[in-house]
């Protein structure tokens, strides 16, 4: 959560600084615990993992090195996606991190896949496979066919539902029409809970007996967890359609400082620690974006420009 | 003994399923009842625990595909009908076309489109979807015009480690039928010449090529030696057939069933032209099917598409020049 925090920290002021990010920044700020809490449950290389946008802390609770993040954002040649995707769009599939898509939904039957392509080899064991979606993407067409087929399979999926109150800036009264999100999974035969989203605890609760279901069996599982978005949709946005009373609420507590405070109050941590902890982070950021800086940036005179893997079948490549 | 286009695409799919434990089928009724159109009949008997009846959700089975490529199966997913698979598009053009070029892995997936115009059909039983998928980097589009293509090219498309779009045309489907299979004898990206000829060349593919053959017939009548060339996969485009062929015959009549705004026609001529307008003699013609959706009554259906006669007209108005 802290290292997730911290490094999107530097990015966003990369980003305000200028020059060496291109594209957005993609903050999930306010919602680490939530991302983070499914992640640590996932074990890289046996379970799937296809997360989203706002979902560097459970990415980082995964196993992805965060210089695989700071060299996407970067465009980076030695990053996964070599320059030819950036931010948030990155994976290594082969190590079931599944790289997103921007269409919202859409990497729930692909997570799907991956299990049911197990499955058939006889090779599932225990894996599952987890995915992350935010209340405006349970509206896609795409997350309900997903869904329906994931449960319709009873594939071991976690659903992960971040209920940020606004999709970009839609609030929820334009989004849906139920009375609660959660509600939604009863219709697709799944189960359903609903989780404080600003309370590490209860999220890691909810997340280990939600794996624990689906690797018995249960099927896909769905978990919504209930928090506020704490910053704009990208840094490009101010957010400032968030009204102060929302501002104010319950949701709008820090997850981070929440899980800082429990720690202290059961004695696992001082606030000294805490401190220096903040400090050691801040010096791996860094570290990290001082070494990527130094990176080679894609040469549009090396790329191969081919989006086949046979080369034979490149357009004008046939030689008789 | 004969077989169908149809039954070489069952026997091509039994195959695969044979001799690949990584293959699966995937689509809407293809288990116990077969399919639609039957192409899956009694694999799921021979195959039980490979093919499976997907529900109604062409965006989840090409998702799921995707997936399932990733870790190393061949999946062969079957769309009911080609024009279903415009719900099925946002995995096919961003998930699956994609994903070799993003993250270095290969996505070898088959993609089955039923294609093309019947009578009856109407708008929404009778699309060619070729040209829309072959816009989009990343895809290999296939379109059989025989049953020895329909066999092996989709043997092929089943072995290629990329997103396949295999365009198998309906109307061929009971009505073409061959002796045997013969042996394999093209790659995919290779075209054929269908029909020799010297005095003008028809560009074409899937069951325009047996349109254009008739119209060929027509014209030795005339006197006129027409050359038909079959694309066979519309991506990648055998350009280096399609310019030999022009250079032999001095015009050219790119021919589709698809609509006429762009497409495959318009492909083929604006290579002809940038490469190859040395070798042309006249301008270059193209006949589509018309601007409108497909109708469903056989006396507007049969006006819609490019026909022999309509072909023969077309190739008269071209060796008048």
């Known amino acids: 959560m802290l290292l997730s925090r911290v490094l999107e920290e530097k990015l966003g002021s990369l980003y305000r600084a200028g020059g060496r990010i291109v594209g957005g920044v993609y903050l999930g700020k306010g919602q680490e615990a939530f991302s983070a809490a499914l992640g640590v449950q996932l074990r890289k290389g046996k379970d799937v993992y296809a997360p989203l946008i706002r979902d560097q802390a459970g990415r980082i609770a995964f196993g992805e090195p965060i210089i695989d993040t700071v060299r996407t954002y970067l465009g980076a040649v030695t990053g ?87 999709a970009y800036s839609t609030p929820n009264t334009r989004q849906y029409a139920c009375e609660n999100l959660v509600d939604r999974a009863l219709g697709y035969g799944v189960e359903g809970v609903t989780v404080d989203a600003t309370d590490l605890a209860s999220c890691l609760k909810a997340f280990r007996a939600a794996v624990a279901r689906a690797r018995a069996g249960g099927g896909p599982q769905m978990v ?85 893997s046979c080369a034979e079948l490149v357009e004008g490549q046939y030689k008789a | 003994m004969s077989i169908t286009y149809l039954e070489a695409i069952r026997e091509a799919q039994y195959e695969a399923l044979r001799s690949d434990p990584s293959v699966f089928l995937y689509g809407q009724d293809i288990a116990t009842f077969g399919g639609a159109f039957k192409a899956t009949k009694n694999l799921s008997r021979e195959f039980p625990d490979r093919v499976f009846d997907a529900p109604i959700s062409e965006d989840a089975m090409i998702g799921m595909a995707v997936g399932a490529a990733v870790e190393g199966a061949r999946p062969i997913v079957e769309m009911q009908f080609a024009d279903f698979s415009s719900i099925g598009f946002n995995q096919i053009i961003n998930q699956a076309a994609t994903l070799y070029w993003r993250t270095n892995v290969p996505c070898p997936i088959t993609i089955r489109m039923p294609s093309g115009g019947t009578a009856g059909s109407g708008p929404f039983h009778s699309q060619s979807m070729e040209a829309i998928y072959a816009h989009y980097p990343g895809l290999v589009i296939v379109t059989p015009a025989t049953v020895e293509d329909a066999y092996w090219m989709l043997l092929d498309s089943v072995e290629i480690n990329d997103p396949v779009v295999f365009c198998e045309h309906k109307f061929l489907y009971y009505h073409l039928k061959a002796d045997r299979i013969g042996d394999r004898e093209l790659p995919i990206g290779k075209a054929r010449i269908a029909r020799p000829g010297r005095h003008a060349t028809i560009v074409t593919y899937s069951a325009m090529v047996h349109e254009a053959l008739r119209a060929a017939e027509e014209l030795q009548l005339d006197g006129y030696q027409i050359e038909v060339v079959d694309l066979r996969s519309v991506k990648p485009m055998d350009t280096d057939t399609i310019l030999a062929s022009v250079a032999r015959t001095g015009r050219l009549l790119a021919l589709g069933e698809a609509f006429p705004w762009g497409g495959v026609t318009a492909e083929i001529i604006a290579r002809v032209t940038t490469e190859g307008f040395h070798l042309l003699d006249a301008p270059p013609m193209r006949l589509n099917s018309k601007d409108t959706p497909i109708p469903y009554h056989p006396n507007l259906w049969k006006a819609h598409r490019p026909t022999t006669a309509t072909i023969a007209a077309a190739l008269r108005t071209l060796l008048r020049h």
């Open chain 1, 80 to 166: 996964p996606m070599r320059g030819r995707d950036g931010n948030i769009h990155r994976g290594r599939p082969k190590e079931g991190h599944m790289a997103m898509i921007s269409h919202l939904g859409s990497m729930l039957a692909v997570a799907s896949g991956a299990l049911f392509a197990r499955r058939l080899a006889g090779r599932l064991g225990d894996s599952v496979g987890a995915t992350s979606i935010g209340d405006g993407g349970t509206s896609t067409g795409a997350f309900h066919e997903g869904l329906n087929m994931a449960a319709v399979e009873k594939l071991p999926m976690i659903v992960s539902v971040a209920n940020n109150q606004y």
């Open chain 1, 224 to 308: 919504v967890g209930t928090l506020l978005r704490l910053s704009g949709h990208g840094e490009h946005d101010d957010a400032s359609y968030i009204p102060d009373k929302a501002r104010q609420g319950p949701n709008a507590r820090d997850c981070l400082q929440v899980a800082e405070e429990f720690a202290c109050a059961h004695g696992w941590m001082t606030p000294a620690e805490v401190r220096e902890l903040h400090e050691e982070v801040r010096r791996t950021v860094d570290q990290t974006v001082s070494k990527v800086s130094k990176e080679p940036t894609p040469d549009p005179y090396k790329e191969n420009w081919q989006a086949l």
